[in-house]
């Protein structure tokens, strides 16, 4: 095989740098082990891979880490792909990592065919056929739950189950940046709906605001896990930090 990666390559080297955590880009990683053995690269070639793509990362690059130097032309060519049209850029990638997890089983927490959960958000554009949505909700879920190591960015919950890749701007206002992890928050349940309500906002300096809706509830539970969040940060996460022009949207148009 030539050593020159191809663009398939790539795009399933994109998808495991959004679902793997930052610190887990090495050699003896299962799922880059057996990505690597169907893609025909060595462990070591597609770990070093995804560190090339983390120097091209701002969000690693500017909070003082770094990746491999090195990343080719073809590198840099389908990261600005990716940040220029994620929704496309995502959904392709996923659709290949897809069709290896099928031919193995081990790839299977990769896969799309992880169980999750269809919100009435996702079908908002009613040309997207439920197989495609569910693709493309699988990716960005794996890439916001990656991205603040599987916990809720108010709470720190780390049950999956009680977690939600929450839209910053929704799904329904910029179909361009539906799968951009960046336009994500890591959310529990409860705090995912407050946030889709408005009745919680993120601040573009990441602070957490309470609708004064909220305040006129009197509620034990509002008082313990609502009222006492107003004024205090999230938790920030690994890589694709929350764009704070989403976050001014949120709170400018959805925020009341």
Not at 65 to 80: N, P
Not at 178 to 197: E, F, I, T, W
Not at 238 to 245: C, L, R, T
């Amino acid at each position: 095989m030539s050593n020159n990666w191809t663009r398939e390559q790539l795009l399933i080297a994109i998808n495991l740098y959004c679902q793997l955590p930052f610190g887990k880009f090495h050699q003896g990683n299962p799922l880059i082990i057996a990505t690597a053995a169907k893609i025909g690269r060595t462990p070591s070639a597609l770990a070093m891979k995804l560190s090339n793509l983390a120097s091209l990362d701002p969000d690693i690059t500017g909070s003082g880490r770094k990746g491999l130097a090195g990343a080719s032309q073809l590198d840099r060519a389908i990261w600005a792909e990716f940040s220029a049209n994620p929704d496309q850029v995502g959904y392709d990638s996923q659709v290949l990592v897809d069709q290896l997890a099928q031919q193995e089983a081990s790839l299977t927490p990769l896969s799309s065919d992880e169980a999750t959960t269809i919100t009435a958000d996702y079908y908002a554009d009613n040309t997207l056929s439920q197989t495609k949505v569910r693709v493309k909700q699988a990716f960005f879920r794996k890439a916001v739950l990656s991205s603040y190591q599987g916990r809720c960015c108010i709470t720190g919950l780390a049950e999956p189950k009680l977690l939600v890749a929450s839209h910053i701007v929704p799904w329904r206002e910029n179909a361009q940046q539906r799968l951009n992890p960046a336009n994500g928050l890591c959310l529990s349940v409860l705090h995912d709906k407050a946030y889709d309500q408005g009745l919680l906002t993120v601040t573009p300096d990441f602070l957490i605001r309470v609708s004064p809706r909220l305040f006129a509830d009197q509620s034990d539970l509002a008082k313990d896990y609502l009222w006492q969040l107003d004024g205090k940060p999230i938790t920030l996460p690994q890589k694709f930090m929350p764009n704070p022009k989403f976050l001014a949207y949120h709170a400018d148009h959805i925020f009341n």
